[in-house]
C-alpha cells in the first residue's frame, strides 16, 4: 500500500515547515500546504519544499467567480501541484472552469462542508439539511463538472464513494483515538477514514505537534 497521508504543513516559517517534513518525510506519501504558508512563501516557499521530493498538494481553497478562480490555476500551474483545492459552493461553472485551467498532472478536488462544521453550524450558515446530506449534493455536483474528486469527513466518504466509484477522496479532520479534536468536529480514526474509502489522509497537528512527529507519523501508518 502506497503512504496515503499527506503531512498539512500549517506553519508560516519556512525553516521550520522545511525541517518538519526532512524529519517525517519517509514516513508521510506528500506535503499539504495550506494558504498559511502560501501567502507568506508562494511559489518560492512551494519550490524550496518541493525539494525535498515528496507531492505537494496545494490547498488554496479557491472560491471566486469562474474567471479569476480560472487565472489563479493558471498562475499556479508552473508548481505542478499533485493537487489543488477549490470550493464546491463556487458552483459549477467556476469548478469547469478550475479543472480546464489546471495543468494534466495536477488533481482538482473541491472542498465540501469544512470538517469544523457539525449540523448546527451548517443550519446556521443557512443550508438545510444535514452535513452528510449537502456533502453528498456538492459531490454530485463536483463529479458533474468533471472534477477529479471532493474533500469531505471520513464519516461521509463512505457514501460519497458509493455514488462516485472511481472519485479521489481527500479527508482531513483525521485523529487517532486518543488525540485531542481541537476545531475538528466530523472526526473519525485514521483506519476508519482509509477504510471506508479516503484515497488520501490530510493529517496536520497529530503529527506536526507530537513530541516526536517522525514516531507520530509512523504509529499512524503502523494502523492503516
Ligand atoms: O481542505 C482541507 O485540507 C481541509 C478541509 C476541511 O474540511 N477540513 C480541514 O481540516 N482541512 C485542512 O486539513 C488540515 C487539518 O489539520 P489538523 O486538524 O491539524 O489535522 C488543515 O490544514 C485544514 O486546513
Known amino acids: 500500500m502506497s503512504n496515503p497521508i499527506y503531512l498539512a504543513v500549517d506553519l508560516p516559517d519556512l525553516a521550520r515547515a522545511t525541517a518538519l517534513v526532512q524529519q517525517v518525510r519517509g514516513h508521510i506519501g506528500g506535503v499539504k500546504l495550506g494558504l498559511e504558508f502560501f501567502c507568506a512563501h508562494g511559489h518560492h516557499g512551494v ?14 481553497k479557491l472560491h471566486d467567480i469562474p474567471n479569476t478562480v480560472a487565472a489563479a490555476m493558471q ?18 461553472a467556476m469548478m469547469e472552469d478550475a479543472k480546464a485551467a489546471a495543468g494534466a498532472h495536477t488533481r482538482v478536488v473541491a472542498v465540501t462542508m469544512l470538517t469544523s462544521l457539525d449540523d448546527t453550524d451548517i443550519a446556521r450558515i443557512g443550508y438545510s439539511g444535514t ?47 486518543s488525540a485531542v479534536l481541537g476545531d475538528q468536529k466530523r472526526a473519525v480514526t485514521p483506519r476508519q477514514a482509509r477504510d471506508a474509502g479516503a484515497s488520501v489522509l490530510v493529517i496536520g497537528r497529530p503529527i506536526a505537534r507530537a513530541e516526536n512527529p ?7 501508518m503502523a494502523t492503516l
Do not use: M, Y
Request: with cysteine.
Open 131 to 177: 452535513a452528510h446530506d449537502n456533502v453528498l449534493r456538492l459531490a454530485d455536483l463536483a463529479h458533474q463538472a468533471g472534477l477529479d474528486g471532493i474533500v469531505c469527513s471520513g464519516q461521509e466518504v463512505g457514501a460519497v464513494r458509493q455514488q462516485w466509484r472511481d472519485g479521489f477522496f481527500v479527508v482531513p479532520g483525521v485523529r487517532p483515538a
Open 214 to 220: 517522525d514516531q507520530a507519523a509512523r504509529d499512524i
Open 47 to 60: 519550490h524550496e519544499i518541493a525539494k525535498l521530493g515528496l507531492p505537494i498538494f496545494l490547498d488554496l
Open 75 to 92: 498562475a499556479i500551474h508552473v508548481l505542478e501541484p499533485a493537487i489543488v483545492t477549490i470550493h464546491a459552493a463556487g458552483g459549477r
